[in-house]
């Protein structure tokens, strides 16, 4: 099929910077944080290379990514897709927090 492109469904977690410019899980009030679900879509910028990259939304939020699922090119529409990734890495603590939550 002519345009048709391997597709990912990235979970991940949503980040901040803090005050010394190191990433960290973006928590909401109660301190908890949630994994939400994306995709490389046709006009995602960069390539994924490991999970703990960091990738920015179309909303322009940084996420780091927990897992790498692939997903069906007609599966696609299910998945909001992803702006770009960058060369950015999460820290180890923030890795393993994102997959002990994935575990839950």
């Known amino acids: 099929m002519k ?3 391997e597709v ?3 979970i991940g977690v949503p980040l901040e910077t803090d005050d010394s410019g190191q990433y960290r899980i973006k928590r909401d009030e109660s301190g908890d944080f ?3 679900s994306w995709r490389t879509g046709k006009h995602t910028k960069g ?3 490991q999970v703990g990259q960091i990738f920015i939304t179309e909303n322009n939020l940084m996420v780091g990514i927990v897992q790498a699922i692939p ?3 007609k599966d696609r529409h299910q998945y909001t897709p992803l702006q770009r990734f960058t ?3 999460v820290s ?3 890795l393993a927090a994102g ?3 994935l575990e839950k």
Request: glycine share 4%; net charge positive; aromatic share 20%.
């Open 47 to 49: 390539k994924f290379k």
């Open 87 to 89: 060369s950015e890495y």
């Open 34 to 36: 949630k994994l939400h």
């Open 99 to 101: 997959k002990a939550k």
């Open 8 to 10: 990912n469904q990235f």
């Open 3 to 5: 345009g048709k492109y």
């Open 71 to 73: 997903v069906a090119f």
């Open 92 to 94: 180890d603590a923030v």
